[in-house]
């Protein structure tokens, strides 16, 4: 049986939303090879890397000036 890559809306979603950010400004935050597609699975529940979900991180607490952990962005 196939495991499903699928896990719902993340909390990424919210602090995008609560703070007024698109896909666009954390990829133009990132100074790491990040798209926008990616953002938009990130914030979907699709299955992420551990890699990409760590670059994800880095621009999101970069643009934010925060120190958000992956537990805080990603529910699986």
Do not use: W
Request: net charge positive; hydrophobic share 40%.
């Amino acid at each position: 049986m196939e495991e499903s890559r699928e896990y719902g809306i993340q909390p990424i979603d919210a602090i995008m939303q609560e703070n007024g950010l698109d896909n666009h400004a954390v990829v133009a935050a990132s100074t790491e090879q990040i798209t926008h597609k990616m953002v938009a699975k990130a914030r979907s529940g699709r299955f992420l890397t551990m890699n990409v979900r760590q670059k994800i991180l880095r621009a999101l607490n970069k643009l934010l000036k925060a120190e958000y952990t992956l537990k805080d962005l990603f529910s699986y």
